[in-house]
T-cell receptor, first 113, second 117 residues
Framework: KAGVTQTPRYLIKTRGQQVTLSCSPI?????VSWYQQTPGQGLQFLFEYFSETQRNKGNFPGRFSGRQFSNSRSEMNVSTLELGDSALYLCASSAQVSSYEQYFGPGTRLTVT | AQKITQTQPGMFVQEKEAVTLDCTYDTSDPSYGLFWYKQPSSGEMIFLIY??????QNATEGRYSLNFQKARKSANLVISASQLGDSAMYFCAMREASTGGGNKLTFGTGTQLKVEL
């Protein structure tokens, strides 16, 4: 069974631009969560989607948004990029809500210059 | 207050020895789950072990065990017979039912483990 895939793996953007990151969960998994990891703030929850509905949202500005498609693939978008958005963005998939196992993808490393 | 506290920024252990990574948590929710993840330098988070708040026995998964002391609100990870491949960052995380269910995890700051020959 293929694992969680994230594209692209690396990305360099300029301040003010916008970016879209993609996550494909494990086949059959319906829950996708997104996390931001930075040296200063550590791992922080962004949002979670289950069956195309946002179930939970972290404490991030409205520039961060996401969605989930009918095939469970998810995208997150960051508009008007700031230098502080440079981070590793991790996606995790679970079979169900409140699953005891979440499988993480390799992450997308975003650098904002 | 920090929900998950990992007080050991870095740890060293000799190969084949056991090591304990500390984790304390803070929640008033009676229903919660505790997780440990390993993050090698490649960046991917690898699930290691899970303990539910109502589980009576400590969780074990191969060389990993979770020393769950509910009254002390601690969930320490024990790795037995350390291997060089265990060198990585280790994160403790918690999921609380009161956050609306779902899979939202709150992570600690991590412990960098280095296994030496």
């Amino acid at each position: 069974k293929a694992g969680v895939t994230q594209t692209p793996r690396y990305l360099i953007k300029t301040r003010g631009q916008q970016v879209t990151l993609s996550c494909s969960p494990i086949s059959g998994h319906r829950s996708v969560s997104w996390y931001q990891q930075t040296p200063g703030q550590g791992l922080q929850f962004l949002f979670e989607y289950f069956s195309e509905t946002q179930r939970n949202k972290g404490n991030f500005p409205g520039r961060f948004s996401g969605r989930q498609f009918s095939n469970s693939r998810s995208e997150m978008n960051v508009s008007t990029l700031e230098l502080g958005d440079s981070a590793l963005y991790l996606c995790a998939s679970s079979a169900q809500v409140s699953s005891y196992e979440q499988y993480f993808g390799p992450g997308t490393r975003l650098t904002v210059t | 207050a920090q929900k998950i506290t990992q007080t050991q920024p870095g740890m060293f252990v000799q190969e084949k020895e056991a090591v304990t990574l500390d984790c304390t948590y803070d929640t008033s929710d009676p229903s919660y789950g505790l997780f440990w993840y390993k993050q090698p330098s490649s960046g991917e988070m690898i699930f290691l072990i899970y303990q539910g708040s109502y589980d009576q026995q400590n969780a074990t998964e191969g060389r990993y065990s979770l020393n769950f002391q509910k009254a002390r609100k601690s969930a320490n990870l024990v790795i037995s017979a350390s291997q060089l491949g265990d060198s990585a960052m280790y994160f403790c995380a918690m999921r609380e039912a009161s956050t609306g269910g779902g899979n939202k995890l709150t992570f600690g700051t991590g412990t960098q483990l280095k296994v030496e020959l």
